[in-house]
């Protein structure tokens, strides 16, 4: 069946069901620029990842769907050069299993957890401040976590106008913590340089940005340079939020 797919547009037709969730053939030639029979031809052969309903209208099926998804994991480690780096094949061999990560978030969220209460920090989506209200930690922290999520869900389901992949982007929230943890340690180096620490946040939250935009991709089935697109957003609107309050 992944035969079917190395047709270029049959990829892109799937991608377009994938996207708009139902399209007609003619919606699909005028997309494409090729003829309305060709696209008959096609999703002729692609029976069992399309369906047609009373409607004349073709989308997606359950294993249409996952079968796209498992292209643009593909596309993400071979599409440019920086996908055949180490963090790229094994978040996309990964991805595919998200419990098994689940534990590694677990200690993630520990540690940070941890290293906050110690540290006197309040944390943001993407940075932290210093604070001493440590009693309202577990709210700070948790709220974060769970406002990321909520937030990252409604862009994709607006997207993609489907669910899944939800442990996935739990997994992908935590995973982008660890280097944002980086300017944490900088007090307990003994560093006191308010230079070190912002070059060191700024580093960090671009490889947070990376390794976030890397599991939307894979785990929503968003091309990547949507999902970066999405985090950067999200992160202005942290520092203004952060500069604000």
């Known amino acids: 069946m992944e035969d079917v797919l190395k047709n270029p547009h049959r990829r892109k037709i799937l991608e377009i069901l994938y996207n708009k969730k139902t399209a007609t053939p003619k919606e699909i030639s005028e997309e ?12 002729e052969i692609m029976k069992g990842l399309v ?14 769907i996952a079968m796209y998804r498992e292209t643009l994991k593909e596309d993400v480690v071979t599409s440019a050069p920086v996908g055949r780096l180490m963090p790229y094949l094994f978040l996309s061999r990964q991805i595919s299993s998200p419990k098994r990560l689940l534990p590694i978030s677990v200690v993630i969220g520990v540690a940070e957890y941890l290293l906050c209460l110690l540290q006197y920090f309040r944390p943001y989506l993407f940075g ?8 309202a930690l577990p709210i700070y922290y948790l709220g974060n976590v769970l406002l990321l999520f909520v937030i990252l869900e409604a862009f994709s389901y607006i997207l993609t106008r489907r669910a899944g992949g939800e442990l996935s982007l739990l997994n992908g929230i935590m995973f982008s913590r660890l280097p944002l943890m980086l300017v944490l340690f900088v007090p307990i180096l003994g560093v006191s340089s308010a230079t070190l620490s912002v070059i060191t946040l700024a580093v960090g939250q671009l490889v947070s940005i990376g390794i976030l935009s890397i599991f939307i991709s894979l785990s929503k089935g968003i091309r990547q340079e949507v999902s970066i697109i999405i985090c950067l957003i999200m992160l202005y609107f942290d520092i203004l939020f952060y500069t604000l309050v």
Do not use: N, Q
């Not at 401040?129 to 440590?134: A, G, K, M, P, T």
């Open 51 to 64: 369906v047609k309903s009373s409607r004349g209208e073709f989308s997606a099926t359950e294993k249409g």
């Open 128 to 135: 932290y401040s210093r604070s001493i209200e440590v009693g």
């Open 32 to 43: 494409l620029k090729i003829g309305i029979p060709t696209v008959y031809y096609h999703l």
